[in-house]
């Protein structure tokens, strides 16, 4: 029942950022001249670079103590802090009129979007599931170990 429940805390972690920053971007280009729906638009993207510092740092060392476990939770973690680096970057590009979307900062939107959704599908609990199977099958070197060996797509 653990896993079940880290699995869903997992998978929650990207859909709450991912429906932020989608939201960020609906409420900038609805928002015609409102200083308001700018202004929701700002503070859910300031919210989703917080989610994804705090989700990376929380997720270091989920999966376990060991070297592989550590290094597959850390690249979780860069993942979103890379989705966290493209927010940031958007704010710091509106700095000077924070309440004015820039076609930038739309771009960035959906960079930050995709990565949020690819971390979340790439460093999951299957994957690393799947990972920690195949590293403990008996009589496998572990030079022998390739993301093609492991039956992911990548």
Do not use: K, Y
Not at 1 to 22: C, D, I, K, N, P
Not at 112 to 129: C, E, N
């Amino acid at each position: 029942m653990e896993s079940r429940q880290a699995w869903a805390s997992e998978r929650l972690e990207t859909r709450v950022a991912v429906l932020l920053v989608g939201c960020g971007l609906l409420l900038d280009a609805l928002a015609d001249g409102s200083v308001a729906l700018h202004g929701l638009g700002l503070a859910s993207r300031a919210l989703v670079l917080t989610l994804c510092a705090v989700f990376a740092l929380a997720g270091v060392g989920r999966f376990g103590g060991s070297p592989l476990a550590r290094r597959f939770s850390l690249w979780r973690a860069c993942g979103l802090f890379a989705a966290g680096a493209c927010i940031g970057l958007e704010l710091l590009i509106r700095w000077p009129l924070p309440l004015r979307p820039t076609d930038g900062g739309f771009a960035l939107d959906v960079v930050a979007i995709l990565w949020i959704l690819l971390t979340g599908a790439v460093w999951d609990r299957t994957s690393w599931v799947r990972l920690q199977a195949a590293t403990e099958r008996p009589g496998v070197a572990e030079g022998a170990l390739s993301w093609r060996g492991l039956g992911t797509s990548a």
